[in-house]
T-cell receptor, first 118, second 111 residues
Framework: AQKVTQAQTEISVVEKEDVTLDCVYE???????LFWYKQPPSGELVFLIRRNSFDEQNEISGRYSWNFQKSTSSFNFTITASQVVDSAVYFC???????????????FGTGTLLAVQP | NAGVTQTPKFRILKIGQSMTLQCTQDMNHNYMYWYRQDPGMGLKLIYYSVGAGITDKGEVPNGYNVSRSTTEDFPLRLELAAPSQTSVYFCAIQGATDTQYFGPGTRLTVL
C-alpha cells in the first residue's frame, strides 16, 4: 500500500532562517510521482512541484529546493531565507505514474504547519 | 485556481439534510477528483471521473454520490448529512502533465 509520512507536525522559525520539511514515502510501484502542495491560511491548495521517480536530480526554484533520494524513499523540501509569506501548511503527496493520461490518485501526508515569525 | 470553480464556499447543514457540492472546470480536462480534508489531516479521495459518464470510488466514498454528465461539471451529492461529513471538500482537475490542480474548496459543517 502507498503511504506518505510527514513526521514534523509543526515547525516554527524566525524570518531568514532556512527550514527543511521532511517527506518519507512507501510504495511498491516502480514508477510514481511525488508532489508538494502549499496551503496558505486562506485555504487553497497551491501546486509547487512534481517529481518523476526516474528523475533524482535535485531541483531549485528561487528560495525553494527539493531533494529526492530513492535510496531512503524521501523527498524533502527546503526553504532558504524563509519569509513570513511562507507560513502555510505544506503537503507531500504520492501517486502511481500511469503514463498516457491515466488517473493519478493522490495519497497525501498529514502536512507540516510552518510558522515563520518576523 | 487553475480554472476550477466550486460552489458554495461555505454551508451549514442539519443532520439528515442533503445537498450538492458543485464543481465546474473550463479547461476541458477529462480527469476530475473529489477530496475531503478533515482538520489537521491530509486530503482523502472520495470519488473520481475519467470522463463524461464514467465515475469510480476512491478511498472514502460512503455517504456520497457523484455524476458526470458533461466534461465541465462534476457534482458531489450528500444524501443524508452526518456530523462525520463535516470537512473541507476540494475538487481537482488533472492536467496534461498528470498534475492535479485544486479548486478553492467548500467548507461544510453538519450540526
Amino acid at each position: 500500500a502507498q503511504k506518505v509520512t510527514q513526521a514534523q507536525t509543526e515547525i516554527s522559525v524566525v524570518e531568514k532562517e532556512d527550514v527543511t520539511l521532511d517527506c518519507v514515502y512507501e510504495t511498491r510501484d516502480t514508477t510514481y510521482y511525488l508532489f508538494w502542495y502549499k496551503q496558505p491560511p486562506s485555504g487553497e491548495l497551491v501546486f509547487l512541484i512534481r517529481r518523476n521517480s526516474f528523475d533524482e536530480q535535485n531541483e531549485i526554484s528561487g528560495r525553494y529546493s527539493w531533494n529526492f533520494q530513492k535510496s531512503t524513499s524521501s523527498f524533502n523540501f527546503t526553504i532558504t531565507a524563509s519569509q513570513v509569506v511562507d507560513s502555510a501548511v505544506y503537503f507531500c503527496a504520492l501517486s502511481e505514474a500511469n503514463y498516457g493520461g491515466a488517473t493519478n490518485k493522490l495519497i497525501f501526508g498529514t502536512g507540516t504547519l510552518l510558522a515563520v515569525q518576523p | 485556481n487553475a480554472g476550477v470553480t466550486q460552489t458554495p464556499k461555505f454551508r451549514i447543514l442539519k443532520i439528515g439534510q442533503s445537498m450538492t457540492l458543485q464543481c465546474t472546470q473550463d479547461m476541458n480536462h477529462n480527469y476530475m477528483y473529489w477530496y475531503r480534508q478533515d482538520p489537521g489531516m491530509g486530503l482523502k479521495l472520495i470519488y473520481y471521473s475519467v470522463g463524461a459518464g464514467i465515475t469510480d470510488k476512491g478511498e472514502v466514498p460512503n455517504g456520497y454520490n457523484v455524476s458526470r454528465s458533461t466534461t465541465e461539471d462534476f457534482p458531489l451529492r450528500l444524501e443524508l448529512a452526518a456530523p462525520s461529513q463535516t470537512s473541507v471538500y476540494f475538487c481537482a482537475i488533472q492536467g496534461a502533465t498528470d498534475t492535479q490542480y485544486f479548486g478553492p474548496g467548500t467548507r461544510l459543517t453538519v450540526l
